[in-house]
């Protein structure tokens, strides 16, 4: 990124939420990213999910996930096999709640919320972490905040690398984010 860096940090410092203290949760959410070109999860979809399994043990609260299913056939399925591995690789305790094919982050919290309701998950101290990137994190506050209106959504942003073979067009590098 040879002279946009600086954009690019300014959009950072301005996006990127604090990360809040929480002494409770019920339920921890890994940002899904959908999958590369080559069949693999995104670098932002192993950190999320690596900080979500984290969190959920620390809580022993439970993970809940949704996969894309707009890519290409089977797409769902395949990413819910590789968070599988991943999430399992990581320390995962629990079998996760996962949810149905999404297309974007608001049909993701809203399958999640359909996810959570058929597994009759009660919120005991009704706060959910959703673990994002950057990018994404003031837009999952809001979209989260609007879909569980009844429960305290904590946001967790970490860094996640750009993939140039995402098939997400402003996913592939931090200038078509920022466009």
């Known amino acids: 990124m040879v002279g946009t860096g600086w954009i690019y940090r300014l959009a950072k410092s301005l996006y990127s939420l604090k990360s ?9 959410v890994p940002l899904g990213y959908g999958l590369l070109n080559r069949h693999e999860l995104p670098d932002a979809a192993k950190k999320t999910l690596k ?32 968070k599988m591995a991943e999430a399992n690789a990581t320390g995962l305790a629990a079998l996760p709640i996962i949810a149905g094919g999404v297309t974007n982050s608001v049909t993701e ?12 998950l009660k919120l005991q101290y009704n706060t959910i972490v959703v673990v ?23 946001v967790i942003s970490i ?9 997400a067009f402003f996913q592939c590098s931090e200038l078509r984010w920022l466009l």
Do not use: T
């Open 20 to 28: 809040p203290q929480f002494s409770h949760c019920d339920l921890v």
């Open 51 to 82: 900080e979500a399994v984290q969190i959920a043990s620390k809580h022993q609260a439970p993970i809940a996930w949704a996969s894309s299913n707009y890519f290409w056939p089977g797409c769902e399925d395949q990413e819910d096999r590789l």
């Open 109 to 120: 919290a809203q399958s999640i919320r359909r996810a959570v309701m058929k597994a009759r």
């Open 132 to 154: 994002a990137d950057w990018p994404h994190a003031r837009s999952v506050l809001k979209i989260w905040r609007k879909v569980f209106s009844e429960s305290a959504i904590v």
């Open 159 to 167: 860094d996640g690398q750009w993939n140039e073979s995402h098939p």
